[in-house]
Protein backbone atom coordinates (compact mmCIF):
# COMPACT_ATOMS: atom_id res chain seq x y z
CA UNK A 1 0.00 0.00 0.00
CA UNK A 2 1.42 2.92 -0.76
CA UNK A 3 0.15 6.61 0.43
CA UNK A 4 -1.29 8.86 -2.24
CA UNK A 5 -2.47 12.56 -1.27
CA UNK A 6 -4.71 13.72 -3.76
CA UNK A 7 -2.56 16.91 -4.43
CA UNK A 8 -4.10 19.74 -6.51
CA UNK A 9 -1.74 22.38 -5.66
CA UNK A 10 -2.62 26.18 -6.49
CA UNK A 11 -0.29 28.56 -3.93
CA UNK A 12 2.72 27.10 -5.30
CA UNK A 13 1.56 28.28 -8.90
CA UNK A 14 2.04 31.78 -7.72
CA UNK A 15 5.02 33.92 -8.41
CA UNK A 16 8.76 32.66 -7.12
CA UNK A 17 8.46 35.50 -4.38
CA UNK A 18 5.76 34.13 -2.60
CA UNK A 19 7.36 31.52 -1.08
CA UNK A 20 10.91 29.37 -0.47
CA UNK A 21 10.64 25.95 -2.49
CA UNK A 22 12.32 23.65 0.51
CA UNK A 23 11.78 20.08 1.27
CA UNK A 24 11.11 18.72 5.30
CA UNK A 25 14.47 17.12 6.71
CA UNK A 26 14.36 13.58 7.58
CA UNK A 27 14.18 13.03 10.78
CA UNK A 28 15.30 9.74 12.83
CA UNK A 29 12.18 7.52 14.05
CA UNK A 30 9.46 8.46 13.25
CA UNK A 31 6.48 7.30 15.62
CA UNK A 32 2.72 8.09 14.80
CA UNK A 33 1.44 9.12 18.07
CA UNK A 34 -1.99 10.04 16.69
CA UNK A 35 -4.58 10.13 13.47
CA UNK A 36 -7.42 11.92 13.12
CA UNK A 37 -9.27 9.50 11.06
CA UNK A 38 -12.51 11.34 10.91
CA UNK A 39 -10.52 14.45 9.28
CA UNK A 40 -8.48 11.76 6.95
CA UNK A 41 -11.40 10.47 5.46
CA UNK A 42 -12.83 14.12 5.00
CA UNK A 43 -9.83 15.32 2.94
CA UNK A 44 -9.83 12.25 0.85
CA UNK A 45 -7.08 10.59 2.59
CA UNK A 46 -7.17 6.62 3.59
CA UNK A 47 -6.46 6.37 7.32
CA UNK A 48 -5.39 3.23 7.23
CA UNK A 49 -2.03 3.71 5.18
CA UNK A 50 -1.31 7.02 7.08
CA UNK A 51 -1.54 4.57 9.88
CA UNK A 52 1.58 2.27 8.40
CA UNK A 53 5.00 3.30 9.14
CA UNK A 54 5.22 4.82 5.53
CA UNK A 55 2.28 7.03 6.79
CA UNK A 56 4.22 7.87 9.63
CA UNK A 57 7.45 9.30 7.75
CA UNK A 58 5.46 11.01 5.70
CA UNK A 59 3.83 12.56 8.49
CA UNK A 60 7.33 13.16 10.25
CA UNK A 61 8.56 15.10 6.93
CA UNK A 62 10.80 12.06 6.29
CA UNK A 63 9.61 11.29 2.88
CA UNK A 64 8.00 13.18 0.74
CA UNK A 65 4.43 12.36 -1.19
CA UNK A 66 4.41 11.95 -4.60
CA UNK A 67 2.51 15.32 -5.60
CA UNK A 68 3.48 17.29 -3.33
CA UNK A 69 5.48 20.65 -3.79
CA UNK A 70 6.48 21.87 -0.80
CA UNK A 71 6.69 24.89 0.21
CA UNK A 72 7.71 27.53 2.77
CA UNK A 73 5.08 30.20 2.81
CA UNK A 74 6.96 33.73 3.31
CA UNK A 75 5.20 36.38 5.42
CA UNK A 76 5.93 39.90 7.19
CA UNK A 77 4.26 40.92 10.70
CA UNK A 78 3.33 42.77 13.75
CA UNK A 79 4.88 41.08 16.35
CA UNK A 80 3.53 42.61 19.64
CA UNK A 81 3.19 46.09 17.68
CA UNK A 82 6.54 46.04 16.24
CA UNK A 83 6.79 45.63 12.55
CA UNK A 84 8.90 42.44 11.13
CA UNK A 85 9.61 42.81 7.29
CA UNK A 86 10.26 39.42 6.74
CA UNK A 87 8.97 36.32 8.97
CA UNK A 88 7.66 33.36 7.09
CA UNK A 89 7.37 29.94 7.38
CA UNK A 90 10.56 28.86 10.08
CA UNK A 91 9.54 25.90 11.04
CA UNK A 92 6.30 24.47 8.77
CA UNK A 93 6.64 23.32 5.43
CA UNK A 94 3.25 23.28 3.06
CA UNK A 95 3.05 19.87 1.41
CA UNK A 96 0.12 21.00 -0.88
CA UNK A 97 -3.39 21.08 -1.13
CA UNK A 98 -6.18 18.86 -1.40
CA UNK A 99 -10.16 18.74 -2.36
CA UNK A 100 -12.02 17.90 0.80
CA UNK A 101 -15.14 15.97 0.56
CA UNK A 102 -17.11 19.21 0.80
CA UNK A 103 -15.10 21.01 -2.40
CA UNK A 104 -13.01 23.10 0.07
CA UNK A 105 -9.21 23.35 -0.77
CA UNK A 106 -7.19 22.67 2.81
CA UNK A 107 -3.32 23.33 3.02
CA UNK A 108 -1.85 20.40 4.43
CA UNK A 109 1.18 21.45 6.44
CA UNK A 110 3.86 20.32 8.71
CA UNK A 111 4.76 22.11 11.41
CA UNK A 112 8.09 21.24 13.44
CA UNK A 113 9.49 19.68 10.07
CA UNK A 114 12.96 21.47 9.94
CA UNK A 115 14.77 24.83 8.97
CA UNK A 116 13.88 26.56 5.93
CA UNK A 117 15.33 29.48 4.77
CA UNK A 118 12.68 31.65 6.81
CA UNK A 119 14.52 29.80 10.37
CA UNK A 120 16.46 32.99 11.25
CA UNK A 121 18.20 31.46 14.10
CA UNK A 122 15.53 28.98 15.18
CA UNK A 123 16.04 25.38 14.49
CA UNK A 124 12.46 24.59 12.74
CA UNK A 125 11.49 22.29 14.65
CA UNK A 126 8.59 22.15 17.61
CA UNK A 127 8.46 20.40 21.28
CA UNK A 128 5.90 17.25 22.07
CA UNK A 129 4.42 19.86 24.34
CA UNK A 130 3.19 22.84 22.00
CA UNK A 131 2.35 19.98 19.30
CA UNK A 132 -0.29 18.26 21.79
CA UNK A 133 -1.52 21.27 22.84
CA UNK A 134 -2.27 22.66 19.54
CA UNK A 135 -3.82 19.30 18.45
CA UNK A 136 -6.04 19.69 21.88
CA UNK A 137 -7.04 23.10 21.59
CA UNK A 138 -8.21 23.21 17.87
CA UNK A 139 -10.01 20.03 17.41
CA UNK A 140 -11.78 21.62 20.87
CA UNK A 141 -12.52 25.06 18.95
CA UNK A 142 -13.57 23.03 15.49
CA UNK A 143 -16.12 21.12 18.44
CA UNK A 144 -17.25 24.03 19.71
CA UNK A 145 -18.11 25.17 16.29
CA UNK A 146 -15.78 27.75 15.92
CA UNK A 147 -13.86 28.30 12.85
CA UNK A 148 -10.13 26.99 13.30
CA UNK A 149 -7.88 25.26 11.40
CA UNK A 150 -7.60 21.51 12.09
CA UNK A 151 -4.78 19.01 13.56
CA UNK A 152 -4.76 15.74 11.53
CA UNK A 153 -1.73 13.94 13.20
CA UNK A 154 0.82 14.47 15.65
CA UNK A 155 4.38 12.06 15.00
CA UNK A 156 7.67 12.26 17.69
CA UNK A 157 10.56 12.64 15.69
CA UNK A 158 12.88 10.16 17.65
CA UNK A 159 15.08 13.58 18.17
CA UNK A 160 15.49 15.62 20.93
CA UNK A 161 14.85 19.68 20.70
CA UNK A 162 16.90 21.99 22.58
CA UNK A 163 14.60 24.60 24.55
CA UNK A 164 15.12 25.65 28.56
CA UNK A 165 16.12 21.59 28.47
CA UNK A 166 16.49 19.05 26.13
CA UNK A 167 12.32 17.57 25.51
CA UNK A 168 10.80 15.66 22.83
CA UNK A 169 10.67 16.58 19.13
CA UNK A 170 7.50 16.17 17.56
CA UNK A 171 5.89 17.09 13.97
CA UNK A 172 2.08 18.40 13.98
CA UNK A 173 -0.02 17.99 10.61
CA UNK A 174 -2.26 21.20 10.37
CA UNK A 175 -4.74 20.90 8.33
CA UNK A 176 -6.27 24.86 7.00
CA UNK A 177 -8.72 26.43 4.61
CA UNK A 178 -5.47 28.31 3.94
CA UNK A 179 -2.62 29.45 5.47
CA UNK A 180 -3.07 33.19 4.16
CA UNK A 181 -2.38 35.78 6.96
CA UNK A 182 -2.42 39.58 7.13
CA UNK A 183 1.21 38.95 7.35
CA UNK A 184 1.23 37.81 4.19
CA UNK A 185 -0.13 41.30 2.17
CA UNK A 186 2.25 42.87 4.69
CA UNK A 187 5.46 41.07 3.16
CA UNK A 188 4.50 42.00 -0.63
CA UNK A 189 3.30 45.98 0.91
CA UNK A 190 6.68 46.92 2.76
CA UNK A 191 7.97 45.90 -0.50
CA UNK A 192 5.64 48.63 -2.56
CA UNK A 193 4.88 45.13 -5.14
CA UNK A 194 1.88 46.15 -5.89
CA UNK A 195 1.14 43.47 -8.46
CA UNK A 196 2.12 40.91 -5.98
CA UNK A 197 -0.79 42.37 -3.60
CA UNK A 198 -3.09 41.93 -6.38
CA UNK A 199 -2.48 38.69 -7.16
CA UNK A 200 -2.30 37.59 -3.28
CA UNK A 201 -5.70 39.53 -3.45
CA UNK A 202 -7.05 37.71 -6.78
CA UNK A 203 -6.06 34.39 -5.01
CA UNK A 204 -7.85 35.30 -2.01
CA UNK A 205 -10.98 36.29 -3.69
CA UNK A 206 -11.40 33.09 -5.88
CA UNK A 207 -10.30 30.97 -2.62
CA UNK A 208 -12.06 32.37 0.22
CA UNK A 209 -14.37 34.87 -1.38
CA UNK A 210 -15.98 33.70 -4.40
CA UNK A 211 -19.26 35.20 -3.78
CA UNK A 212 -17.02 38.29 -4.54
CA UNK A 213 -15.76 37.49 -7.92
CA UNK A 214 -18.24 39.42 -9.72
CA UNK A 215 -18.34 42.38 -7.43
CA UNK A 216 -18.14 46.24 -8.85
CA UNK A 217 -14.96 47.04 -6.60
CA UNK A 218 -13.68 43.37 -5.42
CA UNK A 219 -10.75 44.66 -3.13
CA UNK A 220 -13.15 46.77 -1.04
CA UNK A 221 -15.38 43.86 -1.05
CA UNK A 222 -13.42 41.30 0.21
CA UNK A 223 -10.98 43.87 2.67
CA UNK A 224 -15.22 44.56 4.03
CA UNK A 225 -15.31 40.40 3.60
CA UNK A 226 -12.53 39.54 5.83
CA UNK A 227 -13.51 42.06 8.60
CA UNK A 228 -16.82 40.39 8.87
CA UNK A 229 -15.25 37.18 8.97
CA UNK A 230 -13.19 38.02 12.08
CA UNK A 231 -15.17 40.47 13.57
CA UNK A 232 -17.71 37.45 14.24
CA UNK A 233 -14.59 34.67 15.11
CA UNK A 234 -13.26 37.25 17.53
CA UNK A 235 -17.06 37.14 19.01
CA UNK A 236 -17.12 33.69 18.76
CA UNK A 237 -13.84 33.55 21.13
CA UNK A 238 -15.35 35.68 23.95
CA UNK A 239 -18.31 33.76 24.40
CA UNK A 240 -16.25 30.63 25.06
CA UNK A 241 -14.00 32.30 27.30
CA UNK A 242 -10.67 31.90 24.54
CA UNK A 243 -7.78 33.59 24.71
CA UNK A 244 -5.45 33.70 21.73
CA UNK A 245 -2.52 34.96 23.72
CA UNK A 246 -0.40 35.84 20.43
CA UNK A 247 -2.89 37.83 17.94
CA UNK A 248 0.15 38.99 15.53
CA UNK A 249 -0.94 39.83 12.01
CA UNK A 250 1.09 36.97 10.93
CA UNK A 251 -0.82 35.13 13.30
CA UNK A 252 -4.67 36.37 12.04
CA UNK A 253 -5.82 34.64 9.20
CA UNK A 254 -7.80 36.12 6.06
CA UNK A 255 -10.10 33.02 5.70
CA UNK A 256 -11.18 34.03 8.84
CA UNK A 257 -10.13 30.94 10.79
CA UNK A 258 -8.20 30.71 14.45
CA UNK A 259 -4.83 29.86 13.79
CA UNK A 260 -1.19 29.65 15.44
CA UNK A 261 -2.09 28.12 19.01
CA UNK A 262 0.72 29.37 20.90
CA UNK A 263 0.20 29.94 24.23
CA UNK A 264 -3.42 30.24 24.35
CA UNK A 265 -6.30 29.30 27.10
CA UNK A 266 -9.39 29.19 28.35
CA UNK A 267 -10.50 31.68 31.37
CA UNK A 268 -11.65 28.93 34.17
CA UNK A 269 -12.96 32.23 36.95
CA UNK A 270 -14.18 35.07 34.49
CA UNK A 271 -11.87 38.09 34.41
CA UNK A 272 -11.80 40.33 31.34
CA UNK A 273 -8.54 41.16 31.58
CA UNK A 274 -6.84 37.59 32.07
CA UNK A 275 -3.79 36.95 30.21
CA UNK A 276 -2.23 33.89 30.26
CA UNK A 277 0.73 33.96 27.82
CA UNK A 278 4.08 34.67 29.28
CA UNK A 279 5.19 36.89 26.59
CA UNK A 280 2.44 39.31 27.09
CA UNK A 281 3.54 41.15 29.55
CA UNK A 282 1.43 44.39 28.73
CA UNK A 283 -1.85 42.20 27.84
CA UNK A 284 -2.11 43.20 24.85
CA UNK A 285 -3.53 40.31 24.02
CA UNK A 286 -6.08 40.21 27.31
CA UNK A 287 -9.32 38.38 26.93
CA UNK A 288 -11.35 41.55 26.70
CA UNK A 289 -8.80 43.22 24.39
CA UNK A 290 -9.33 41.20 21.94
CA UNK A 291 -11.98 42.64 19.78
CA UNK A 292 -9.49 45.50 19.67
CA UNK A 293 -6.39 44.04 19.18
CA UNK A 294 -8.38 42.64 15.72
CA UNK A 295 -9.45 45.83 14.23
CA UNK A 296 -5.66 46.51 14.78
CA UNK A 297 -4.88 44.29 12.83
CA UNK A 298 -7.32 44.49 10.23
CA UNK A 299 -6.52 48.34 10.12
CA UNK A 300 -2.85 46.77 8.77
CA UNK A 301 -4.69 44.93 5.88
CA UNK A 302 -6.31 47.73 5.04
CA UNK A 303 -3.17 49.90 4.20
CA UNK A 304 -1.96 46.86 2.12
CA UNK A 305 -4.76 46.74 0.11
CA UNK A 306 -4.89 50.64 -0.21
CA UNK A 307 -3.26 51.08 -3.61
CA UNK A 308 -5.52 48.75 -5.19
CA UNK A 309 -8.64 51.16 -4.08
CA UNK A 310 -7.77 53.18 -6.90
CA UNK A 311 -5.47 56.25 -8.01
CA UNK A 312 -6.72 59.32 -5.33
CA UNK A 313 -5.04 58.45 -2.13
CA UNK A 314 -8.08 60.51 0.16
CA UNK A 315 -10.55 58.80 -1.15
CA UNK A 316 -8.91 55.04 -0.80
CA UNK A 317 -8.34 55.88 2.61
CA UNK A 318 -11.96 56.97 3.37
CA UNK A 319 -13.27 53.77 1.78
CA UNK A 320 -10.94 51.95 4.16
CA UNK A 321 -12.03 53.75 6.96
CA UNK A 322 -15.77 53.18 6.11
CA UNK A 323 -15.41 49.48 5.37
CA UNK A 324 -13.07 48.89 8.89
CA UNK A 325 -16.33 51.38 10.40
CA UNK A 326 -18.36 48.50 10.15
CA UNK A 327 -16.16 46.15 12.70
CA UNK A 328 -17.51 47.49 16.42
CA UNK A 329 -21.21 46.75 14.99
CA UNK A 330 -20.46 43.12 13.60
CA UNK A 331 -19.08 42.27 16.42
CA UNK A 332 -21.06 43.77 18.79
CA UNK A 333 -24.33 42.24 17.01
CA UNK A 334 -22.17 38.86 17.19
CA UNK A 335 -20.96 39.16 20.71
CA UNK A 336 -24.77 40.37 22.32
CA UNK A 337 -26.49 37.75 20.03
CA UNK A 338 -24.51 34.99 21.63
CA UNK A 339 -24.75 36.24 24.80
CA UNK A 340 -28.53 36.39 24.92
CA UNK A 341 -28.43 32.75 23.72
CA UNK A 342 -25.85 31.92 26.49
CA UNK A 343 -28.52 33.32 28.91
CA UNK A 344 -31.43 31.55 27.06
CA UNK A 345 -33.15 34.77 25.34
CA UNK A 346 -34.92 33.57 22.36
CA UNK A 347 -35.95 37.38 21.37
CA UNK A 348 -34.55 40.87 22.35
CA UNK A 349 -35.60 43.51 24.40
CA UNK A 350 -34.51 46.72 25.88
CA UNK A 351 -32.74 46.10 28.82
CA UNK A 352 -31.40 42.90 27.52
CA UNK A 353 -28.08 44.11 26.90
CA UNK A 354 -27.71 45.85 30.48
CA UNK A 355 -29.40 42.35 32.15
CA UNK A 356 -26.35 40.57 30.80
CA UNK A 357 -23.40 43.34 31.74
CA UNK A 358 -24.81 42.93 35.35
CA UNK A 359 -24.54 39.27 35.13
CA UNK A 360 -20.98 39.38 33.81
CA UNK A 361 -20.00 42.02 36.27
CA UNK A 362 -21.03 40.06 39.07
CA UNK A 363 -19.04 37.40 37.91
CA UNK A 364 -16.35 38.87 37.77
CA UNK A 365 -16.32 40.40 41.21
CA UNK A 366 -17.73 37.14 42.54
CA UNK A 367 -14.51 35.18 40.51
CA UNK A 368 -17.47 32.85 39.29
CA UNK A 369 -16.08 30.12 36.33
CA UNK A 370 -17.23 31.11 33.07
CA UNK A 371 -17.93 27.62 31.39
CA UNK A 372 -19.68 26.43 34.31
CA UNK A 373 -21.90 29.28 35.19
CA UNK A 374 -23.32 29.54 31.74
CA UNK A 375 -24.07 25.36 31.50
CA UNK A 376 -25.19 25.68 35.15
CA UNK A 377 -27.58 28.60 34.66
CA UNK A 378 -29.32 26.55 31.74
CA UNK A 379 -29.94 23.89 34.14
CA UNK A 380 -31.19 26.89 36.53
CA UNK A 381 -33.64 27.37 33.58
CA UNK A 382 -35.35 23.55 33.36
CA UNK A 383 -35.83 23.69 37.11
CA UNK A 384 -35.33 26.94 39.65
CA UNK A 385 -34.18 24.44 42.55
CA UNK A 386 -30.73 23.15 40.57
CA UNK A 387 -28.44 25.85 42.78
CA UNK A 388 -25.28 24.80 41.06
CA UNK A 389 -25.00 28.26 39.16
CA UNK A 390 -25.22 30.18 41.63
CA UNK A 391 -22.48 27.99 43.36
CA UNK A 392 -20.24 29.52 41.15
CA UNK A 393 -20.51 33.09 42.81
CA UNK A 394 -18.17 33.68 45.74
CA UNK A 395 -21.09 35.75 47.57
CA UNK A 396 -23.99 33.69 46.52
CA UNK A 397 -26.67 36.15 47.16
CA UNK A 398 -24.91 38.33 44.14
CA UNK A 399 -26.62 35.76 41.54
CA UNK A 400 -29.80 35.61 43.49
CA UNK A 401 -30.48 39.12 42.90
CA UNK A 402 -29.67 38.67 39.14
CA UNK A 403 -31.49 35.65 38.65
CA UNK A 404 -35.05 36.93 39.72
CA UNK A 405 -34.77 39.38 37.01
CA UNK A 406 -33.95 36.97 34.79
CA UNK A 407 -36.95 34.64 35.75
CA UNK A 408 -39.04 37.61 35.12
CA UNK A 409 -37.39 38.45 31.90
CA UNK A 410 -37.56 34.66 30.62
CA UNK A 411 -41.21 34.38 31.97
CA UNK A 412 -42.14 37.03 28.72
CA UNK A 413 -41.38 34.14 26.60
CA UNK A 414 -43.86 31.57 25.53
CA UNK A 415 -40.84 28.53 25.39
CA UNK A 416 -40.92 25.93 28.15
CA UNK A 417 -38.67 25.57 30.79
CA UNK A 418 -37.24 22.03 28.89
CA UNK A 419 -37.05 24.00 25.46
CA UNK A 420 -34.96 26.69 27.13
CA UNK A 421 -32.58 24.53 28.83
CA UNK A 422 -31.73 22.91 25.72
CA UNK A 423 -31.30 25.80 23.75
CA UNK A 424 -29.08 26.87 26.14
CA UNK A 425 -27.07 23.52 26.80
CA UNK A 426 -26.64 23.45 22.82
CA UNK A 427 -24.47 26.63 23.24
CA UNK A 428 -22.86 26.54 26.23
CA UNK A 429 -20.38 23.70 26.51
CA UNK A 430 -19.88 21.83 29.60
CA UNK A 431 -15.87 20.58 28.39
CA UNK A 432 -13.86 23.07 27.23
CA UNK A 433 -9.56 22.81 27.51
CA UNK A 434 -8.74 23.44 30.61
CA UNK A 435 -5.40 24.42 31.15
CA UNK A 436 -4.82 22.34 34.36
CA UNK A 437 -6.01 19.27 32.08
CA UNK A 438 -3.81 20.14 28.74
CA UNK A 439 -0.79 20.41 31.32
CA UNK A 440 -1.06 17.10 32.93
CA UNK A 441 -1.40 15.33 29.63
CA UNK A 442 1.65 16.98 27.99
CA UNK A 443 3.36 15.58 31.52
CA UNK A 444 2.47 12.39 30.88
CA UNK A 445 3.34 12.25 27.36
CA UNK A 446 6.92 14.29 27.92
CA UNK A 447 7.58 12.43 31.17
CA UNK A 448 6.51 8.43 30.81
CA UNK A 449 5.79 8.45 27.19
CA UNK A 450 1.75 7.80 28.51
CA UNK A 451 -0.64 9.15 25.59
CA UNK A 452 -4.05 7.46 27.36
CA UNK A 453 -4.52 10.83 29.27
CA UNK A 454 -4.32 12.69 25.98
CA UNK A 455 -6.25 10.34 24.10
CA UNK A 456 -9.18 10.61 26.97
CA UNK A 457 -9.13 14.04 27.08
CA UNK A 458 -9.20 14.53 23.24
CA UNK A 459 -12.19 12.19 23.10
CA UNK A 460 -14.03 13.95 26.13
CA UNK A 461 -13.67 17.42 23.97
CA UNK A 462 -15.07 15.95 20.80
CA UNK A 463 -18.61 16.25 22.33
CA UNK A 464 -18.28 19.55 24.71
CA UNK A 465 -22.19 20.12 24.48
CA UNK A 466 -23.07 16.64 26.22
CA UNK A 467 -23.49 15.68 29.35
CA UNK A 468 -20.77 12.75 29.93
CA UNK A 469 -21.55 11.34 33.13
CA UNK A 470 -18.26 9.10 33.28
CA UNK A 471 -16.05 12.12 32.53
CA UNK A 472 -17.73 14.93 34.51
CA UNK A 473 -14.25 15.48 36.52
CA UNK A 474 -13.27 17.03 33.29
CA UNK A 475 -15.53 19.63 33.35
CA UNK A 476 -14.02 20.85 36.96
CA UNK A 477 -12.15 23.87 37.34
CA UNK A 478 -8.70 23.68 38.35
CA UNK A 479 -8.18 23.09 42.46
CA UNK A 480 -5.99 25.87 43.77
CA UNK A 481 -2.78 24.33 43.73
CA UNK A 482 -3.52 22.99 39.98
CA UNK A 483 -4.00 26.38 38.42
CA UNK A 484 -1.98 27.57 35.59
CA UNK A 485 -1.25 31.23 35.22
CA UNK A 486 0.64 31.04 32.63
CA UNK A 487 1.46 29.29 29.11
CA UNK A 488 4.24 29.24 26.92
CA UNK A 489 5.04 30.57 23.37
CA UNK A 490 5.19 27.51 21.16
CA UNK A 491 8.70 27.32 20.09
P1 LIG B 1 4.91 31.93 15.96
O1 LIG B 1 5.29 32.53 17.28
O2 LIG B 1 4.81 30.43 16.02
O3 LIG B 1 3.72 32.56 15.35
O4 LIG B 1 6.14 32.20 15.01
C1 LIG B 1 6.60 33.47 14.66
C2 LIG B 1 7.71 33.35 13.64
O5 LIG B 1 8.83 32.66 14.20
C3 LIG B 1 7.34 32.58 12.39
O6 LIG B 1 8.04 33.16 11.32
C4 LIG B 1 7.84 31.20 12.69
O7 LIG B 1 8.07 30.44 11.53
C5 LIG B 1 9.13 31.50 13.43
N1 LIG B 1 9.52 30.40 14.33
C6 LIG B 1 8.90 30.05 15.47
N2 LIG B 1 9.53 28.99 16.04
C7 LIG B 1 10.57 28.67 15.24
C8 LIG B 1 11.60 27.68 15.29
N3 LIG B 1 11.69 26.80 16.27
N4 LIG B 1 12.49 27.67 14.28
C9 LIG B 1 12.42 28.55 13.27
N5 LIG B 1 11.49 29.50 13.17
C10 LIG B 1 10.56 29.58 14.14
MG1 LIG C 1 2.71 32.25 13.71
Known amino acids: MTVHFPFQNSYSALPDSFFARVAPTPVAAPRLIKLNRPLAVQLGLDPDVLETPEGAEILAGKTVPAGADPIAMAYAGHQFGQFVPQLGDGRAVLLGEVIDKDGIRRDIQLKGSGPTPFSRRGDGRAALGPVLREYIVSEAMFALGIPTTRSLAAVVTGEHVIRETALPGAVLTRVASSHIRVGTFQFFAVRRDTDAIRRLADHVIARHYPELLGAERPYHALLGGVVARQADLVARWLLVGFIHGVMNTDNSSISGETIDYGPCAFMDAYNPAQVFSSIDEMGRYAYANQPRIALWNLTRLAECLLPLFGEEQEKAVADAQDILGAFSETFSDAYQAGLRKKIGLFTERDGDDALIQDLLDAMAKNQADFT????????????????????????????????????????????????????????????????????????????????????????????????????????????????????????
Open 372 to 491: LTFRKLGDAAGDPAADDARAQFMDPAAFDEWARRWHERTALEPQSAAERQAAMHAVNPIFIPRNHRIEAVIQAAVNDDNYAPFEELVKVLSKPFDDQPDYAAYADPPLPDQRVLQTFCGT
